[in-house]
């Protein structure tokens, strides 16, 4: 959750956005963290009690519809963008992240389709595309800060 934050945080400022994350105030987290799963999990549903308590608040697809966790997605465009852009920064061998990190396992990782890469490397939803936006974050962390690194 932290790092989920911490990243919406960041895109939302970086856009001149002001980010509220009503579900992640602490006083309901305190609360709900008491509430049996029975209840929690209302009609043997993820997230039951708040789609019902929600039921007349909003639209009905809304309500209803399957959770996609963020930042899971399985859009094909999503996985040829950050793979394209993965690809890019590891034809620059002076790209950071070469120095620092195995480069023929990130090549392994981009010869496969991306969600044929299926191990976690980050909690249970961070597989393949994932992976690549994180290294491509990574290596645009470095070459804006340009820390100075030991090896």
């Known amino acids: 959750m932290q790092t989920l934050l911490d990243r919406s945080d960041r895109m939302s400022m970086y856009n001149g956005l002001e980010l509220r994350v009503p579900f992640c105030d602490y006083r309901l987290v305190e609360y709900m963290w008491n509430v049996p799963w029975e209840m929690k999990a209302l009609n043997g549903r993820e997230k039951g009690l708040l789609r019902h308590v929600v039921r007349d608040l909003l639209p009905e697809e809304i309500v209803n519809r399957k959770k ?79 820390p100075e690194i030991e090896l």
Request: hydrophobic share 40%; glycine share 4%; with cysteine.
């Open 68 to 146: 996609s966790p963020y930042p899971k997605t399985h859009n094909p465009t999503y996985l040829k963008a950050v793979k394209e852009m993965l690809s890019n920064i590891m034809q620059k061998e002076d790209a950071p992240i070469n120095l620092l990190l195995n480069r023929d396992y990130i090549l392994e990782i981009l010869e496969t389709d991306g969600d044929a890469f299926t191990r976690p490397w980050f909690g249970q939803l961070m597989t393949g595309p994932q992976l690549m936006a994180y290294l491509c974050q990574v290596n645009m962390w470095l070459e804006r800060y340009q």
